[in-house]
Structure formats: C-alpha cells, structure tokens
C-alpha cells in the first residue's frame, strides 16, 4: 500500500463523516414517527418472521460449497500453529461446523457459541481438558500426569491452562479444537474472557477456529493477544447465510417500538398490582396529564395527594409501590429546576391517555 | 414497557439442538467419523474428488508440506532467536552480575540481624529500620525497552527469566494483568507464589514464600521478580505489592526487575513517593526495535540462504507497515512464519511447477525439458550470496548515516533493476558537485552511498574495508578485491601517517594536497569497486533462477491473512452482494436495487443515503418500496433514493402481504445490528437509528 493511498484513504474517511453529519443536520430533519408505519400485529409479524425465506439459496449453496476446496488449506494452517479466523458478512456457523466435522476428525472438538450471554468459559475449558485427558490417555501417555479427571472442576483456570499447555510427546500431536462462533458476541465481550480465550488458544494442545461478525471486533484485542496468543490468519468468508441463531436475542426493530406495544405492556403489569397500587399510579398519570411540560411529579406532591385519598398510609408504603413501579420502567425519577426528584411516566400523553382509559375499564 | 428480553419469550425459530447450548462436544477423536449427525449441516454436494486415491495423495502432500514448513520455520526461528539472544546477551550479563552484587549485599545484611531473621513474622518494625539501613530498600533494575509495543518485549523477558535461571537465581516471570485493580494485590502475590511454589494456593501470604525459602536447604539464591511492563499496571496495587515485598526484605531476598517503556520517570508517576523510597534502582537499556529489525533481516534473509525471502512487493508492504501502523516486530516474524507455512513451493509437485518457470526455461538444454538442475541450484545459490553480501557492503556504508536495513533491502529489490543509471548518474554528480551529500529520495540510496564513500577518511575506509572483508568471505569474486583494496589503504594508511610525521617537521602547503589527491584516489577505487560490483551482481531479481519459488511476492495474500480488515470487508459484502452470489437476477442491473436482492444489503445501500441518523419510517418505506415493486407510494420520496424506484421491471408478484415485508425488514435490520454498522433506536430517539460506519 502506498502512502499516499493510505493518506487519501484516511481523509476520505473523515470526508465521508463529515458529509454524513452535515447530510443529517442541513436537510430538514424528518419527523416522521416509527408509530405511523401500518404495523401489523407482534404476533403475526413474529410468525412472518419465523416463517421468513431467504433469497439465493441456491447461490448461497453455492459460495458456501466453493470455500470446500480451502479445508486442506485451513487444516495445514491450523497445524502450522496459526488461529482460523473467519469473517465476512452472513452466518458462519453453518460453514465452520461443517470444517470442523469433515476437516478436522482427527481432532476432538468442542464448538462453542459466542453469540449466547450465558457462557462459562471455565466449564468450556474444563469440558476441553478432558476431551484431552481421554485422548491422551488412549494414547497411553500420562504416565507423568497422576492427576485425576473428576478433579478438573476443582481446579482453578491457572491450573487448568498449565495443563492444556503442556508439552508435546514426541510421538505424534495431540490437540483439541476449539470451534468459537461468534468470539466477539455478547456474552464474550469483555477483557477478561477475550484474556482467558487468548490464553486458551496460546495453549500448545490447543487449536482455535472462530469467527466475527461485527465489524469493530478486532478493537477487543491488544497486539500482545492477536500477533502471539490468538496468532490469528485472517479468512474472508462471506456466506450471506441468514443470521438464525445468532440474531434470536435481538429485539424486532418494529416489534417494541410502538406505543401501543408500550401501553399494553404497561396496563398488563399495572393489572397484575392491587387497586391501591394502581391508583397511585393514576394521580401520577393525571399530574402528568394536567403538567404536560412539567418535569414531573414531585415526590412530596404526590405523598400528600395519596395519604388525602387514603391511598397510602406511610411514606414507606408510598416507596413500596414506587419501587414497583420502577423495576416496570412505569415511573422514572429526574429533578426539576428547584433540585425536587420529581415521578414521571416515560409515555407519550397520548398513550398515557390509552393506558388510563385501559385500567379504568 | 421494557423490550422483553428474557428468551422463553422469542420467536419459535426452529433451531438444530446445539444451537442454543453455550457449548458442547462436536466429535472426539477416538471415534474418527462422527457416527450421528444430529447437526445441521450445510446441504452439499460431495467433494468432486471423493475417490480415495486421490484424497490419500492429497494428505499424502499435505504432510509433506507440513514436514517442510517445520524444517524451515523451524530453522528461521531458531535463527531469529539465536539473533535477538545475541543482541541482549550483554545487557543479560550485566544484569545477571547486578543480580548477584545485589544479593551479596543483602546477604551482609542478614547475617547482621540473623537473630531476628529466622522468626517467622515481619521483622522491620521503625526500631530496625534505622538499623538495618540501606537493606531496607529493595534492589530494582529498571530495564528499558526504549519500544512502547510490548508485544516484541514479551519473548526479551522470558528470555531474561531463562538467563537468570541458569544462573541459579529462583525467578517469577509477572506481567501486568497480575497486577490489576480488580484482584488487588492478593492476585499478585498469588501468581508471584504461583510461580515460585509451583502450587496454586488458595489464601496467598507472604509467611508462606518466607517459609518456603528459608526451608530449602541451600538458601543462597537470589528471588527476582520481573515484571515486564510497569507502565500498564494499577499503580495502586503496584505500591502495596512494593510495601509488602520491602517488610520482608531482609528475610526474603527480593529482586525487582522492572521493564519500562518510557522514561525511569514513570516510576515517579505511578508509585507514591514512599514506596519510591523503598526502592534503590539502577537503570538498563535494551536495544532499540530498529537494530533488532536490521539484525533479524540480515540473518534471515541475507545471510541465511536456505529459507525463503520476501520480493519486493512483500518487503515494501511490510516496511510501511512496520513505519505507519504496526510497529511491531512480531508482526514481521509472524509474516515470516506466514511466508514459509504458505510457498507456492510447497503446493504443488515441485518439480512439475518448476519446468514452467520462466526464470527457468534458460538453463534448460537444448534436447527437450531437461533441467540442468545442479547448475541451476548453485546458480540459484552463488547469485543470492553475491547479492546478500554486496546489499551487507553497502548496509555498512549506510550504517555511518544511520540506514536502516529494511530501507535498503527495499531499495535494492526495487532499484536492482537493469536500468544501471544510477551508477550513470553517480558519475554526472560526482562531476558536476563533488561535495554536496546527496539526498536519498532523489538519486537513490546507491548514489547517495558513493558520495559517504568519496568523504571518508582513511582511517574509516580502513576499518569499512575490514568488515567487507568479513562479509564477503567464502565469495571468491568479490573477496580477492577486496582483500587487494584493504592492503592497498593499509600501505596508504602507513604512508600518509609517515608524511604527517614528516609533515609535522616542515610543515608545507604541498604535501597537504599531495596527500588529498592520494587520498582521494584512494577513495575512488574503493567507489570504482563497489560500482563495478553492482553493476555486475545487482541484477534484478527477476534473473535469478527460481526466484519464483524463493522470493514470496504475493502481497494481497499477505495483506488479508495477516491482517484483515473486517471493517472494510463486511461493508463491501453488503455493497456489493452481487458480485460474490453471482446470481444471473441481479447482476443484469448493476449499480441499481431491484427485490430480488439480499434484504440485507438492499438495507445497507440504502442506509448510505442518510446522514449518520436514518428515520427508520422513511427507511422502512424506501425498503418496502423496493421490495415490492411499487412506485407510486415512493415517488414522493424520491429525496432519499432517486433512482431504485424508477424501475418498474420486477416480476415480483404484489402480493407480498405487510407482515412479511415487516419482518423482513427486521431482520435485516438485526442482521446489521449483528454486524455493528447500526446502533438501534435509543429512548432518547425512538424513531431514528444511528449508522455507525462511514464510508468503506
């Protein structure tokens, strides 16, 4: 790469930025609301998603096949002591299970799935250290490891590491695969997996084959972890594959953002609350109603309007209800201009109007 | 109100079983083929080449491959390590026999209070400080990298910790995730006994390190503790990891070695001035990244001929990047490793591959596709050490301006070519502006090396040509010359140093310009020699037999394997879906969005019509008006994508209903949330999601 290319390239980059930005605040902003698209129903829109069908499969079939002849190339690289990383858009999972069940059945692996919140890394590695001990026991070589495998849960990941990385017998490797879906999914984000899966895949047992998907990935990584730990040999793959699984935690764009998603949620939780409960929330509601530009309600305000009805008979009654309020996102506190936390509902009127009518009925 | 993000409530999306466990066994290697496929998997046709013959001489080649890539990194590696051990060998000494002063010292200080130091607690209470006095402080070595990427330092200290090892010294290699905020000093002294013990424990104190040293039987041994990045530890953990270690001193001979890759100042900076106090430093240097490049590339590849080297595209893509944006050493070595794990030589049947080299195709003999082999591999030989040791010739030249050799290697790939102006054009300036320096961007680094040589004393061509003459031995061609020219400045260096002595007697103006234009003459052979070598070996490396196969050259490949650029890569995808499906439907309209496009992608082109915030309303119907077809409901947006909704020629039915529009439009919307181009709608903004990525 020239210089002058990466200088142009550079520049480009804040052009296209500042373009952007200037895009956004010289036209006219719109204020055309997510509310007046026709939505349809949550529902049906859930099960037209579930029964959504991509297109180009054939095409899709067909690129996903012509990464096939690159297995014997991946392999070697992997034994040459290099990490797979895959990247490119569409989902990957398909195509690097499937590499890991033709390619590589030499090899024990265990695939894991980044894009999951709930991952454990240290039953991960305990699940990998025995898929070792069995095959170095097979192999009849463990003469000098007198531990016992049941003790692996006990044992702590520094414990667990050292023995991953030990070393090699002469006669023969021995490694187990590690197969990460998605290494930069949610559950792995922070520094201390990203340190445990780097020092995992330093490991001398070890081989690593994972893949990204978000284009900012490679910024959970220092120099230290992906030129010596991860030694990562990038791959482009892109499948175009839908993203199923990967995308099953992530909220509808269309589906939360009405309000009168919003307002049947919201009279859903209210009804489940007892009358005195419910109530409490309507003088707030009726406050907000009357005050449309106020910030809120304040909290004295509202005590003494509750103990008048004979709401509320204590301020810790009061606090109860508002807690449960808050754990719903029915209320939210801010301060006014006078320093008063002041009780809002963070509804538009007009759906606050809806909800009032709904627990009324 | 709050989006239902608990799982039990997402859509039935059906699912294969592994799918939703956060992890599980795919197979074992004992059972060779996994025997049920409870999986998904992708739906392929078989492998053309299924027939065992085949795949057997595949593996076949694939482990002979692998074979040759272990010899050859294998040596390269041991080369680069052998090199880096050379550099540091000094400083190691050095610091090996501060170790030992050191320890000594405390030694003198323990059996001053041996009475107090076999209990088993804490023995400076602020009675024996005074008393025990300088042994109070801890002995530290500040050890300066002079290189902020630690990455290339990491192998320097465990080298260190090696060096001192066999010595006798007991050592802890610690680094700076040891000592982080969030496990606090209890970390540190976990992984320090770690380290030392070689047991992990539970509840880590001091008593029991104490304990452990003073049970051994032969207590003589110094503990050094190497930490090899100051700067990146909690300064906060660092100062109670220094307290603690000083209360213990005399007890337990605590050494500290500490990188740092900054200035000794930062010691200031982090610690607070106490816990400074407790410690007596001495300060060290390692050697600068720079000259460990020039030392890896002159052993790598100028001096070792048997490994592989990089062509001139390859060099000069590492050199940016090693200027502009890496700056590490390790990503050089892991290129090299790059290089030997991936040579056309080691694809294909060398042989087969080879006959059709071009660079080849000369020595073959006349009757028919005999190879004279053996000439051609010692040709192959002979040329790339004339060429290794005249770039080395003219690298100690340039080492009087400070060249770097990754400069020169460089420039001696680009510019050996059969162009030999530049020796014409050392000639023009030599005539015409004998004195100036030349500069290196305009004539080259050659030209610019002729002039050093012209202007250098006779004391230093002496000793320059001492060292051609180490270089080049064993290369019958150019030694004997330069042999002849050493002996000649050495007769010349007699001579004049008799005509100073003589000088300094009858001081005239005569002798003074005699001795110029000798000199001169001198100097000018010295350049004459080196032109005619270079104009005789310097050839471009085009015409080296079987350059093909020893000069890896292929750029784009090294740029994508090495480094990636996922943020450049995955736009382009999107932008450009078409030309990766190579589906007949959309490529017969390029450059505009018709529905039978990737949803995805028909999103994301989109998306790069609006400011950094997209109104998803107007999105969505821009969306729904491609999809679907329909013209009339978009016209009037035509604002935000002009052209797409001109076309009418789809023949996409209608009748897609709401619903699935809707729902395709969210999953493309997820799916570049997947990708992280897209920030979804906050609370603050309900109705705009924000485009995070500008520009491919």
């Known amino acids: 790469m020239e210089p002058s290319d990466v200088e142009e390239e550079e520049f480009g980059f804040s052009r296209n930025y500042f373009l952007a930005k200037e895009l956004c605040s010289s036209g006219k902003k719109s204020a055309r609301k997510v509310s007046d698209i026709n939505l349809v129903d949550e529902q049906e829109l859930r099960e037209a998603y579930a029964k959504l069908e991509f297109k180009h499969e054939k095409e899709i079939n067909d690129l996903v096949n012509s990464y096939k002849k690159l297995y014997t190339e991946w392999v070697y690289m992997l034994r040459c002591g290099f990490g797979l990383l895959m990247y490119g858009f569409g989902s990957k999972k398909a195509l690097i299970e499937d590499f890991a069940s033709t390619a590589l059945t030499d090899y024990s692996v265990v695939v894991i799935n980044g894009y999951l919140q709930s991952i454990n890394l240290k039953q991960v590695t305990v699940t990998i250290a025995e898929l070792l001990w069995d095959q170095l026991k097979t192999q009849r070589k463990l003469e000098n490891h007198p531990k016992n495998q049941q003790s692996f849960h006990t044992q702590s990941m520094d414990d667990l590491i050292s023995f991953l990385d030990g070393p090699h017998l002469e006669d023969g490797e021995c490694y187990v695969c590690a197969v990460l879906n998605n290494i930069d999914g949610p559950g792995l984000r922070d520094s201390e997996s990203q340190q445990y899966l780097a020092r995992l895949a330093a490991c001398s047992h070890i081989l690593m084959v994972a893949s990204i998907d978000n284009v900012n990935a490679p910024l959970l990584w220092n120099k230290k972890m992906v030129h010596t730990e991860f030694n990562w040999y990038w791959h482009h793959v892109p499948t175009y594959a839908p993203y199923k699984v990967e995308g099953i935690f992530f909220p509808l764009i ?23 409960a419910q109530n409490v929330f309507k003088v707030v509601a009726d406050h907000q109603l009357a005050h449309p530009d106020a910030e809120g309600m304040p909290f004295n305000n509202l005590y003494t309007l509750c103990r008048e009805r004979f709401l509320v008979s204590s301020q810790i009654t009061l606090n109860a209800h508002l807690t449960e309020f808050k754990d719903h996102e029915l209320v939210k506190t801010r301060r006014n201009s006078d320093g008063e936390d002041c009780l809002f509902i963070p509804l538009t009127s007009e759906a606050l109007q809806k909800l009032v009518l709904e627990i009324t009925q | 109100m709050a989006p239902a993000a608990d799982p039990t409530s997402s859509p039935p999306i059906p699912t294969a079983n592994g799918d939703l466990q956060p992890f599980f066994v795919l197979h074992k290697a004992a059972s060779r083929k996994p025997a049920a496929k409870t999986r998904r998997r992708i739906d392929l046709s078989p492998p053309k080449n299924s027939d065992g013959s085949a795949s057997a001489e595949g593996c076949n080649d694939n482990n002979t491959r692998f074979e040759t890539f272990r010899f050859l990194w294998s040596n390269t590696e041991s080369i680069i390590k052998d090199v880096l051990k050379n550099l540091n060998a000094n400083v190691f000494d050095e610091i090996d026999k501060w170790v030992y002063a050191s320890f000594d010292l405390i030694r003198a200080c323990r059996t001053l209070e041996l009475t107090s130091a076999t209990c088993n607690y804490p023995i400076l209470n602020n009675a024996l400080i005074g008393a025990v006095g300088a042994s109070s402080q801890i002995f530290t070595a500040l050890l300066s990298t002079k290189n902020i990427e630690f990455v290339d330092d990491i192998s320097t200290f465990a080298e260190l910790g090696a060096h001192l090892r066999s010595t006798g010294c007991f050592v802890a290699n610690l680094t700076s995730l040891d000592f982080c905020a969030k496990n606090g000093v209890g970390g540190s002294l ?109 052993a790598v590849l100028l001096k070792s001929c048997q490994s592989f080297n990089i062509g001139k595209h ?127 961007q305009d004539k080259g680094y050659v030209v610019w090396a002729f002039q050093i040589l012209r202007d250098l004393p006779t004391m230093e061509l002496h000793k320059l040509l001492d060292r051609w003459e180490m270089l080049t031995r064993g290369i019958a061609e150019i030694h004997e010359k330069v042999k002849e020219l050493q002996s000649l400045t050495t007769l010349e260096e007699n001579h004049s140093r008799r005509d100073l002595r003589e000088e ?34 310097i050839h471009p490396i085009e015409n080296i037999p079987l350059h093909e196969i020893i000069f890896f050259d292929n750029v784009d490949y090294l740029q994508t394997a090495l480094i990636g650029d996922p943020r450049r890569r995955i736009q382009a995808d999107l932008l450009e879906s078409r030309k990766l499906l190579k589906c007949s439907c959309c490529s017969k309209s390029p450059g505009v969005l018709i529905p039978s496009m990737h949803d995805t992608s028909i999103m994301y082109t989109l998306a790069q019509e609006h400011g950094d915030l997209i109104n998803v309303h107007e999105w969505f119907h821009s969306f729904k008006a491609i999809v679907s077809g329909v013209h009339s409901q978009a016209k009037k947006r035509s604002r935000m994508s002009p052209s797409p909704k001109k076309r009418k020629d789809s023949n996409i039915p209608q009748s897609r209903s709401d619903a699935s529009i809707q729902a395709e439009f969210c999953r493309a919307v997820t799916e570049l949330q997947i990708t992280g181009l897209l920030r979804m709608p906050s609370k603050r903004r309900p109705d705009y999601v924000q485009r995070v990525a500008f520009g491919v």
């Open chain 2, 314 to 440: 390859a060099s000069n893509f590492l050199r940016n990047y090693f200027l502009k944006h890496d700056g590490t050493l390790t990503l050089f070595v892991k290129a090299l490793k790059g290089f030997d794990g991936d040579n056309s030589l080691l694809k294909e049947p060398v042989i087969k591959r080879a006959l059709e080299l071009p660079s080849l195709q000369r020595y073959c003999q006349t009757r028919g596709n005999c190879i004279d082999w053996t000439y051609a591999l010692s040709e192959l030989k002979r040329l790339h050490q004339l060429w290794s040791s005249i770039v080395m010739c003219l690298y100690e030249v340039g080492r009087y301006r400070k060249i770097a050799l990754l400069d020169l290697y460089c420039e001696m790939l680009n510019s050996g070519a059969p162009d030999l102006n530049l020796v014409a054009k050392d000639h023009m300036t030599s005539v015409n502006n004998h004195h100036s320096h030349g500069c290196t």
């Open chain 2, 504 to 537: 300094s007697k009858k001081p005239t103006s005569r002798t003074y310009r005699n001795d110029r234009t000798n000199k001169i003459t001198i100097n000018e052979k010295v350049v004459s020699f080196l032109q005619s070598v270079f104009r005789e070996y």
């Open chain 2, 190 to 298: 976990k992984s320090l006994l770690r380290q030392f013990l070689m047991v992990g424990i539970d509840a880590p104190e001091m008593s029991i390190l104490a304990s452990w040293y003073t049970e051994r039987e032969t207590n003589d041994k110094p503990l050094v503790v190497i930490i090899d990045d100051v700067e990146r530890c909690s300064g906060s953990v660092l100062n109670d990891f220094i307290v603690m270690l000083r209360e213990w001193v005399v007890k337990i001979p605590i050494i500290l070695i500490l990188g740092v890759a900054t200035t000794a100042d930062v010691l200031r900076n982090i610690l607070c001035s106490s816990a400074c106090l407790y410690l007596s430093v001495c300060e060290f240097n390692l050697g600068t990244p720079a000259e460990r490049m020039d030392a890896i590339i002159e």
């Open chain 1, 254 to 276: 269309l589906a939360h953002s009405g309000s009168a998603q919003s307002v049947k949620t919201a009279s859903i939780v209210l009804q489940s609350l007892t009358p005195n």
